[in-house]
């Protein structure tokens, strides 16, 4: 619905969008970032690119929350490690030069690693689930399609999934 009306120009579906999910964007970045200005500029950077690119949401990948709550996500990481950057500019100013990895590709791939083992580990129901609906894009219709389930028991598998890979990163000192 929303997806259409956005593709076609239509200005109201912004105002509707806005209001149904502007407290989800800024709740998301302002836990992020630590600052409400920074929350308020993800909040307006996050509705803009949602008006200015309308085909980015693909209604068959998820909802139009999971999508905005993913985009508020992504761009308060980077306003974070953005700030960060510039914070160990001073210091690394008195440093001699040293060539180092890109921090973002270290950190993707350890964080990636960590992934796949807690992944590994989970049972195999619920890794099957995990397996389909993020390495293979399935939405969650999909996965309760391809495995026989009814819907709301692949939700709730993903969800118990997602859960204990959490709680297994967050053993590991790994926290979003």
Do not use: C, N
């Not at 709301?152 to 926290?175: F, H, P, Q, V, Y």
């Amino acid at each position: 619905m929303w997806a259409q009306r956005l593709a076609a120009g239509d200005e109201t579906v912004l105002d509707e969008l806005y209001g149904a999910y502007a407290s989800l964007v800024y709740g998301l970045a302002l836990r992020i970032t630590r600052s409400r200005e920074a929350a308020e500029d993800v909040t307006q950077e996050v509705f803009g690119f949602v008006w200015e690119r309308p085909l980015a949401f693909d209604p068959a990948r998820g909802t139009m929350r999971s999508f905005l709550g993913v985009l508020a996500h992504r761009r308060a990481v980077e306003v974070v490690r953005r700030e960060e950057r510039r914070r160990r500019l001073p210091e690394r100013a008195h440093e001699p030069d040293v060539v180092e990895p890109p921090d973002d590709a270290v950190t993707h791939a350890e964080v990636t690693g960590h992934v796949r083992r807690a992944v590994a580990a989970l049972p195999g129901v619920q890794r099957e689930v995990i397996v389909l609906a993020y390495f293979k894009e399935r939405t969650y219709r999909q996965v309760a399609a391809d495995l026989g389930l009814a819907e709301g028991t692949a939700k709730s598998r993903i969800r118990t999934a997602l859960r204990r890979i959490a709680d297994t990163l967050a053993e590991e000192g790994i926290t979003p």
